[in-house]
């Protein structure tokens, strides 16, 4: 299994517009090898030690896509076709998103579950 992280950072007064692009806009195939994919907003909370936007970031709001799929291979075979680090960001974005792909080493498996539906809106 990999989680694949996508660090958003979009400009301010723009956060509805990145949200229903993601909802509505990117897709992901036929899902076959994603285990779940989450849209996240951090949050402040007095127990959080890292900061988001950091000190070099333009103005923004941060959103970190967490994606969690099979293996890397089935990632850049369903993924890799829609991206390209050579495109400009989107109107939306401070900077461009950047990306990073981790091997899970260990894990945890709680008694909860993954939610069984996508949340509603969201194609």
Not at 60 to 76: I, K, P, Q, R, T
């Amino acid at each position: 299994m990999v989680v694949v992280l996508v660090k958003w950072k979009i400009k301010p007064g723009h956060e509805e517009t990145f949200i229903e692009y993601w909802e509505k806009e990117l897709r992901v195939g036929e899902q076959r090898d994603l285990i779940g994919e989450f849209l996240c907003k951090p949050e402040a909370r007095e127990y959080a030690t890292w900061s988001l936007p950091e000190p070099d970031d333009p103005p923004c709001h941060v959103f970190v896509n967490v994606g969690f799929w099979v293996d890397e291979s089935a990632f850049l075979e369903q993924i890799s076709p829609y991206f390209s680090n050579n495109e400009a960001p989107m109107p939306f974005e401070a900077s461009k998103r950047v990306r990073t792909v981790m091997n899970a080493e260990s894990w945890r498996i709680g008694k909860a579950l993954l939610p069984r539906l996508s949340s509603d809106g969201v194609v």
